[in-house]
């Protein structure tokens, strides 16, 4: 297996709610599989609203329920990320849009090569494209949340731990 770390940024609107869980399950699965040093994650947002603030409460609180600890502070894309990160994931196809048209403005493209993604298309049990914004709702959404987020970063990981063994 290669020694080289990919890095991972997971990416919703305002990097509060739904890409800290991304990012602290997608750390935490690495973890357990005895593959922490292959990956690297980071969080941020589409956009600025929440910038310096921790998660949400409830994205903290449904974390910790499940033993994982969320860190980090909330902060926005920006045009450097497509050069730092291998994959950049997007939690719904909004996200996806807008992370798409800021890789085509960014002036540092040429020769970038992230690789920007959906993150349900790694949900094995997935019935819709996007990870819901659960920030208007109650608790229940954040676990529902968790849930899709476990078996999406599980496939995730399942994928580029393949490309690991090429
Ligand atoms: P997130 O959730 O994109 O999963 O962090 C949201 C957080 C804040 C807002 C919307 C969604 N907001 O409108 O402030």
Same mark, same amino acid.
């Given at each position: 297996m290669s020694s080289a770390t990919t890095s991972v940024l997971f990416v919703c609107l305002g990097n509060i709610c739904r890409s800290p869980l991304g990012e602290g399950i997608f750390a935490a699965l690495a973890k357990e599989r005895g593959l922490a040093d292959h990956f690297h994650a980071d969080s941020a947002g589409t956009a600025a609203y929440h910038t310096g603030e921790p998660p949400d409460s409830r994205s903290i609180a449904v974390a910790a329920a499940h033993g994982v600890r969320l860190t980090g502070y909330a902060r926005q894309v920006t045009p450097r990320d497509f050069e730092h990160f291998d994959v950049i994931v997007a939690m719904d196809r909004s996200n996806l849009r807008s992370l798409k048209r800021l890789h085509q403005r960014s002036r540092r493209r040429a020769g970038t090569p992230a690789d920007i993604v959906l993150?349900? *298309?790694? *949900?094995?049990? +997935?019935? *819709? +494209?996007d990870v819901p914004d659960p920030y208007y709702g109650g608790q229940d959404g954040f676990e529902r949340v968790y849930r899709i987020l476990e078996r999406a970063c599980g496939g995730l990981l399942d994928e580029l731990s393949d490309t690991l063994r090429d």
């Open positions: 993150m349900r *298309d790694y *949900d094995p049990g +997935a019935h *819709d +494209a």
